[in-house]
């Protein structure tokens, strides 16, 4: 063991172990998949479409079924993705309810 080692402190298990060993766990544990309403996984920049009309809370718009949706983000929740759409800032759809293109 060499003096140039360094540990951090893991919180989840309550012990010390080596920086390497806890960037790999950061990468393994962001990995979330997110799934359309028929199964297809979807990926950052990935194009959706509406496959049901929705009502966009505090925008006074309603966003229709077949609305294309560019350039999708994850958001690291299973269930949600971060999109952008015309007219509407920090729209949050849920992946239920969108079909990947």
Known sequence: MSDDDSYVYDEASGE???????AAK??????????????NVLSDGD????????TV????QTLKRGT???SIRL???AQEIDCK???IKGLVLRAEFVKKR
Do not use: H, P
Not at 26 to 39: S, T
Not at 47 to 54: A, C, E
């Open 16 to 22: 010390w172990i080596s920086a390497a060993e806890a």
């Open 26 to 39: 950061a990468e393994g544990g962001e990995a979330v998949e997110v799934r359309d309403a028929v199964g």
């Open 47 to 54: 194009q959706v479409t509406l496959i049901k009309d929705l």
């Open 57 to 60: 809370k505090g925008a006074g």
């Open 68 to 70: 294309l949706i560019k």
């Open 75 to 77: 958001t690291g929740d």
């Open 85 to 87: 759409y015309e007219g």
